[in-house]
């Protein structure tokens, strides 16, 4: 049995969310015309980083971890804007729980709620 490095194990995750961000940011590229004027090195950076925070806040659920980087690729800053910082630091809250409440409160107000 192969046994790895505390240190090999953190790369061979960075590897497997490097090629899932890639990924994803080739099908958003796809599904939007109107994203931010900048190569796909730049797009990577930005997307990684936002990515290592939402995992920095515990997020899990994949559907909200990509809505999350849909909305941060279409508006560059989205994870710094005050509304969302507020929900998102709560105190005593569940960041993600905090989200998922957000995008929730944002439909209804979409639809006329």
């Excluded at 061979?12 to 490097?18: F, Y």
């Excluded at 599904?31 to 190569?39: F, G, I, K, S, Y």
Aim: some cysteine.
């Amino acid at each position: 049995m192969i046994t790895l490095t505390e240190e090999q194990v953190k790369k061979l995750e960075n590897k497997q969310a490097d090629d899932y961000l890639k990924k994803l940011i080739d099908v958003i590229s796809k599904d939007n015309e109107q994203l931010p004027n900048e190569d796909m090195e730049q797009r990577f950076q930005r997307l990684r980083s936002c990515y290592d925070y939402l995992m920095s806040l515990h997020f899990e659920t994949p559907k909200l971890i990509v809505s999350f980087l849909y909305a941060e690729a279409a508006y560059p800053g989205f994870r710094d804007a005050p509304d969302l910082k507020y929900w998102l630091d709560k105190p005593d809250t569940v960041p993600e729980k905090q989200y998922e409440t957000f995008l929730y409160i944002m439909k209804n107000k979409l639809q006329g709620g």
